[in-house]
């Protein structure tokens, strides 16, 4: 008998959920994927037991998912990349119980490609407005043990996205979202379903569980991934914009350098090294220092570890440094870091070691903000409509993009960390729009 009688009713809605053959979640957060044993179901939520019952054949949904953690085990070392392949597995896992009605190492060439085109065109009961958690507590304002979890009955494995900029524009015009008119997977995610679903396969061959991969066998790839002219150029600033940006983050760093100093040198960071987020935020195995930075000769060098734990330099350009040593002349230290200097790259206002991703992803959004309010009241409204898109990242191909015409292909490579030139080439010097287009402006198709 329920005593809590919102809890009672959340479960007997949950209930109705299954019995409607909605998807539902089985996979919880990374952190609490973590806690899970790899063979047995000891530690798994009651609503994700509840779940197998109210599938067609509660064996096989179990038998499933047992491998589906196998292999999402594998892949729990980095929060990312889990959180991407438990999106594609779950959503293969889910089509293959609630759909196709087949188990999931039973599926074969005409299954892949019945699934490549559910996900192109998912029903709408797998669709979602907005991204939502997985699980509901059920508790007191505190956590506590005695909480139970029970499905959200709002979650779906698919969900709408609307762009940063209409979102920005609605916000600041006070104005209601515009309808979505229907659901599209981009070619990337495409390529992510491919990838993350062979994979599987592939564990389940060399794991004995199976000896087909069905993705494998997809004939006519391109059916479902299409060739597209590289979108790098729309991910990125154009020079005014760039010029707004790094003056307003200077102009807030004069007016209140207690709080601004740190965010020009963040921006000014990013930018002049093309660096991404996890570069400045660092590693459970690495943390980015002031001795991260090492001259040798007359030349200076960002030392970092990337993504897969790859150590790499990236050259340090003259006009970055005087941004440098105004940052650390805001915090008393020597004008340029010394050798094996332990000083923490950046630490929060109180003093604490270390910015989150998100603390510098907030930091960058208010000086974008502001540069597009310095826009709209210069009257460059088209400008800022394009500012309100940039994200984070946008710095990094920004920089790149701004600094192609004027640097060795392979130079540049090195820096941005590729390890393929042709992806280097595909990005910033294949799609150089602006010149390739002016190229040709003027030339007349008669009388030359």
């Known amino acids: 008998m329920c005593v809590n009688l919102y809890a009672c009713f959340i479960i007997s809605v949950a209930l109705d959920y299954f019995v409607m053959s909605q998807?539902?979640?089985?996979?919880?957060?990374?952190?609490?994927?973590?806690?899970?044993?790899?063979?047995?179901?000891?530690?798994?939520?009651?609503?994700?037991?509840?779940?197998?019952?109210?599938?067609?054949?509660?064996?096989?949904?179990?038998?499933?998912?047992?491998?589906?953690?196998?292999?999402?085990?594998?892949?729990?070392?980095?929060?990312?990349?889990?959180?991407?392949?438990?999106?594609?597995?779950?959503?293969?896992?889910?089509?293959?119980?609630?759909?196709?009605?087949?188990?999931?190492?039973?599926?074969?060439?005409?299954?892949?490609?019945?699934?490549?085109?559910?996900?192109?065109?998912?029903?709408?009961?797998?669709v979602g407005p907005v991204t939502k958690a997985r699980f509901v507590r059920i508790g007191g304002r505190k956590k506590a043990d005695?909480?139970?979890?029970?499905?959200?009955?709002?979650?779906?494995?698919?969900?709408?996205?609307?762009?940063?900029?209409?979102?920005?524009?609605?916000?600041?015009?006070d104005s209601a979202m515009p309808e979505i008119q229907a659901y599209q997977m981009s070619q990337t995610t495409i390529a992510q379903v491919f990838t993350v679903c062979g994979s599987f396969y592939q564990f389940c061959i060399d794991e004995d569980y199976t000896d087909a991969n069905p993705f494998r066998a997809v004939k006519q790839k391109s059916r479902y991934k299409q060739s597209v002219v590289s979108q790098v150029t729309s991910r990125s600033l154009t020079q005014?914009?760039?010029?707004?940006?790094?003056?307003?983050?200077?102009?807030?760093?004069?007016?209140?350098?207690?709080?601004?100093?740190?965010?020009?040198?963040?921006?000014?960071?990013?930018?002049?090294?093309?660096?991404?987020?996890?570069?400045?935020?660092?590693?459970?195995?690495?943390?980015?220092?002031?001795?991260?930075?090492?001259?040798?000769?007359?030349?200076?060098?960002?030392?970092?570890?990337?993504?897969?734990?790859?150590?790499?330099?990236?050259?340090?350009?003259d006009s970055y440094l005087p941004y440098l040593v105004r940052y650390r002349t805001s915090l008393g230290l020597t004008d340029l870091p010394?050798?094996?200097?332990?000083?923490?790259?950046?630490?929060?206002?109180?003093?604490?070691?270390?910015?989150?991703?998100?603390?510098?992803?907030e930091l960058i959004q208010m000086v974008f903000d502001a540069a597009c309010a310095r826009m709209i009241a210069e009257g460059l409204h088209e400008d800022c409509d394009a500012l309100r898109?940039?994200?984070l990242h946008w710095l990094r191909h920004t920089s790149a993009t701004l600094d192609a015409p004027f640097r060795d292909m392979k130079d540049l490579q090195a820096d941005l960390r590729h390890e393929s030139l042709s992806t280097t080439q595909d990005s910033y010097?294949?799609?150089?729009?602006?010149?390739?287009?002016?190229?040709?402006?003027?030339?007349?198709?008669?009388?030359?």
Request: charged share 25%.
């Open 23 to 126: 998807p539902v979640p089985l996979f919880d957060t990374y952190k609490n994927f973590q806690f899970l044993t790899r063979h047995n179901l000891d530690g798994e939520l009651s609503a994700v037991l509840d779940a197998f019952e109210r599938f067609s054949n509660p064996t096989e949904a179990m038998d499933g998912y047992s491998v589906v953690k196998l292999f999402l085990k594998s892949y729990a070392a980095n929060q990312a990349t889990f959180n991407s392949y438990r999106t594609h597995v779950e959503r293969l896992l889910l089509w293959s119980l609630l759909v196709c009605k087949k188990p999931i190492l039973h599926l074969r060439r005409q299954d892949a490609e019945a699934f490549l085109e559910f996900c192109l065109n998912p029903p709408d009961n797998w």
């Open 146 to 173: 005695s909480d139970t979890f029970v499905i959200n009955v709002d979650w779906r494995p698919f969900n709408y996205t609307v762009s940063k900029a209409t979102r920005k524009l609605a916000d600041e015009t």
């Open 389 to 391: 898109a940039a994200s």
């Open 338 to 361: 010394y050798p094996g200097e332990q000083t923490p790259l950046l630490s929060s206002l109180d003093g604490r070691t270390g910015l989150s991703g998100r603390r510098i992803r």
């Open 429 to 448: 010097y294949d799609s150089l729009d602006d010149q390739r287009a002016s190229s040709i402006k003027a030339i007349p198709i008669k009388g030359r």
């Open 240 to 317: 005014l914009q760039w010029e707004f940006v790094i003056e307003t983050a200077e102009h807030m760093a004069d007016q209140e350098p207690e709080f601004h100093e740190r965010t020009l040198f963040i921006l000014t960071t990013l930018f002049s090294m093309y660096l991404r987020v996890s570069d400045l935020t660092g590693r459970d195995n690495w943390q980015p220092t002031m001795g991260s930075f090492k001259k040798a000769g007359d030349n200076w060098w960002f030392h970092v570890v990337g993504k897969g734990n790859k150590a790499a330099k990236v050259s340090v350009r």
